[in-house]
């Protein structure tokens, strides 16, 4: 099917959720908009910014509708699809672009990308991260548990951080034992880890603890968390009052400092 060519589709990784943490470009597209199409909780995260606009909320576990919708519209309006973070990462920029290849629909569309909660929650912890690292989403809903468990079987013989999303929900409230007791089977008991819940928006709580700490008690992760399990090198740091994770990523082995 072919388009009027008027539209277009922005979608728009609304990063971390607070304004601050919009990306300029993140914002045009929103202005730009007549159209606003998203997730509840993410569009509630920048209502702010949506007078004068038409907003189709959407919940979770609609995302095929809303991927629809939204392409329909993109035929004779501008139109922002948001997500959260980033788009591209666990995000719906896949399945909005799966949708529009299957349908031989030609909309002019852009991705416009937003800080993950990944590097945002980095941030947070000092810098865990700092070279190569695995992401891995506990969420069984689109991908088996058994393929999970290879994948974090396989990242956990790594030496590198794992940075778990969808840690939890409601309907998952035992994935993320499951995956710690898979890191414990290949990783130091005294691992760091930060569980940082709410990164960079209201409700921000960082907690460090160690992988077995957490592994005996992790009841205060929820859905709105990601657990950052540090890699061989990853230590606390201690700078002042400021406590964090550093993982090295090698200079020492360069230079004197
Ligand atoms: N596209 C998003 C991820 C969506 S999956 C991104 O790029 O960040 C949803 C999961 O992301 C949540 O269950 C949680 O694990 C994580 N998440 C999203 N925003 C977060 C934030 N501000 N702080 C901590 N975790 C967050």
């Known amino acids: 099917m072919q388009s009027s ?3 277009k589709l922005y979608i728009v990784g609304t990063g971390p959720g607070s304004i601050p943490y919009l990306t300029k470009r993140a914002i045009e597209a929103v202005e730009e908009s007549e159209y606003i199409i998203g997730n509840d909780f993410y569009l509630n995260l920048i209502k702010d910014r949506l007078e ?3 907003v189709i909320w959407s919940s979770m576990g609609k ?3 809303r991927a629809r919708k939204c392409i329909e519209i993109a ?3 501008v139109i922002s699809m948001v997500s959260g973070g980033d ?3 666990y995000g719906m920029a896949g399945i909005v672009l799966e949708v529009l290849e299957h349908d031989g629909t030609d909309i002019e569309f852009e991705v416009v990308p937003g800080v993950t909660a990944a590097t945002a929650a980095a941030s947070r912890v000092g810098s865990p991260l700092s070279g190569d690292y695995v992401t891995i989403s506990l969420s069984d809903l689109l991908t088996p548990l058994e393929v999970i468990e290879k994948r974090l079987e396989l990242a956990f013989q790594m030496d590198i951080p794992v940075v778990l999303y969808n840690p939890k929900s409601r309907g998952r409230p035992d994935n ?5 007791s898979i890191a414990l089977k290949y990783k130091k008991e005294e691992t760091p880890v ?10 921000e709580e960082t907690t460090y603890i160690t992988l077995k700490g957490l592994f005996n008690n992790n009841s205060y992760v929820d859905m709105h968390s990601v657990v950052i399990i540090g ?3 990853s230590r606390f740091m201690n700078i002042g009052e400021r406590k964090g994770i550093i993982t090295p990523r090698g200079y020492e082995r360069k230079y004197v400092y």
Do not use: D
């Open 87 to 89: 788009p591209g990462i």
């Open 5 to 7: 060519g008027k539209g």
């Open 63 to 65: 995302e095929v509708e």
């Open 194 to 203: 930060a569980v940082v819940k709410n990164a960079c928006r209201e409700g």
């Open 231 to 233: 890699g061989a090198k």
């Open 176 to 180: 993320l034992s499951i995956a710690l």
């Open 75 to 77: 035929k004779e309006h």
């Open 52 to 54: 004068g606009k038409e």
